[in-house]
C-alpha cells in the first residue's frame, strides 16, 4: 500500500495493492494493522454503501457536534469525490480537493472530520463504500451548496446534476456553520 498526502492537510489518498490473474483478483481493503504501520490508526463504527445512476451529485455533507471521519472507495463504476476544507481556523479554508475513483484502481480516499464531503457519480450504477469514525445523527446533518461560486468545485458536468432535495437546499459556505 502507498500513502499520498494530498494538497490539503489531513486528505490522504491510499493506494491499495491488487493480486490478479485470470480468476480475478484479490486485494485488502482493511487491514487495522497495516493501516497503523503506515500512521493511520482510525476507529470505525459504521459502514456505508450507496449505489447512484450517472450524473447524480451527493454532497456536500458534514456533520459538526458529532463529526465524521470518512474511508471511501468506489467499488463500481467511477466516481468524482471531494472534500471541502470548512476549518476556519485553516489557512486551506473553503479551498476544495478531488479525486476520481474508480472500481477499476483499488484506492481509498480520507476525508477526516472538518471537511465537507460530495461525489458526483460518473457511471450509471456507481457503487461507493465508506467507513465512518462516528455514527450517522441526521439532526447534525448539514449541506454545503454543491455549486456555491465562493468554493469553486469544477464538477465534470455536461448537464446539470440529479440531486436530492436538501442538497438543492445547500447553504452557501459564507452562510453555513462550520467548524472554528
Same mark, same amino acid.
Given at each position: 500500500? /502507498?500513502?499520498?498526502?494530498?494538497?490539503?492537510?489531513?486528505?490522504? &489518498? *491510499?493506494? &491499495?495493492?491488487?493480486?490478479?490473474?485470470?480468476?480475478?483478483?484479490? +486485494?485488502?481493503?482493511?487491514?487495522?494493522?497495516? @493501516?497503523?504501520?503506515?500512521?493511520?490508526?482510525?476507529? *470505525?463504527?459504521? =459502514?456505508?454503501? %450507496?449505489?447512484?445512476?450517472?450524473?447524480? +451529485?451527493?454532497?456536500?455533507?458534514?456533520?459538526?457536534?458529532?463529526?465524521?471521519? /470518512?474511508?471511501?472507495?468506489?467499488?463500481?463504476? !467511477?466516481? @468524482?469525490?471531494?472534500?471541502?476544507?470548512?476549518?476556519?481556523?485553516? $489557512?486551506?479554508?473553503? !479551498?476544495?480537493?478531488?479525486?476520481? +475513483?474508480?472500481?477499476?484502481? $483499488?484506492? &481509498? *480516499?480520507?476525508?477526516?472530520?472538518?471537511?465537507?464531503?460530495?461525489?458526483?457519480?460518473?457511471?450509471?450504477?456507481?457503487?461507493?463504500?465508506?467507513?465512518?469514525?462516528?455514527?450517522?445523527?441526521?439532526?447534525?446533518?448539514?449541506? &454545503?451548496?454543491?455549486?456555491? $461560486?465562493?468554493?469553486?468545485?469544477?464538477?465534470?458536468?455536461?448537464?446539470?446534476?440529479?440531486? %436530492?432535495?436538501? =442538497?438543492?437546499?445547500?447553504? $452557501?459556505?459564507?452562510?453555513?456553520?462550520?467548524?472554528?
Amino acid at each position: 500500500m /502507498k500513502v499520498v498526502d494530498l494538497d490539503l492537510p489531513g486528505l490522504k &489518498l *491510499f493506494e &491499495l495493492r491488487r493480486f490478479g490473474d485470470d480468476r480475478g483478483f484479490f +486485494l485488502e481493503s482493511w487491514n487495522r494493522r497495516s @493501516f497503523a504501520e503506515a500512521g493511520f490508526d482510525e476507529d *470505525f463504527v459504521q =459502514d456505508n454503501h %450507496s449505489r447512484s445512476a450517472g450524473g447524480v +451529485l451527493r454532497g456536500l455533507h458534514y456533520q459538526l457536534d458529532k463529526p465524521q471521519g /470518512k474511508l471511501v472507495r468506489v467499488t463500481r463504476g !467511477r466516481a @468524482f469525490d471531494v472534500a471541502v476544507d470548512i476549518r476556519r481556523s485553516s $489557512p486551506t479554508f473553503g !479551498r476544495w480537493q478531488a479525486v476520481t +475513483l474508480s472500481a477499476d484502481e $483499488p484506492n &481509498l *480516499f480520507w476525508i477526516p472530520p472538518g471537511f465537507a464531503h460530495g461525489f458526483l457519480a460518473l457511471e450509471d450504477g456507481t457503487e461507493f463504500q465508506y467507513k465512518c469514525t462516528g455514527f450517522y445523527d441526521p439532526a447534525d446533518e448539514h449541506s &454545503l451548496l454543491w455549486n456555491d $461560486p465562493a468554493i469553486g468545485i469544477a464538477w465534470p458536468l455536461d448537464d446539470d446534476p440529479t440531486l %436530492s432535495a436538501k =442538497d438543492i437546499a445547500g447553504t $452557501p459556505l459564507a452562510d453555513a456553520a462550520t467548524y472554528a
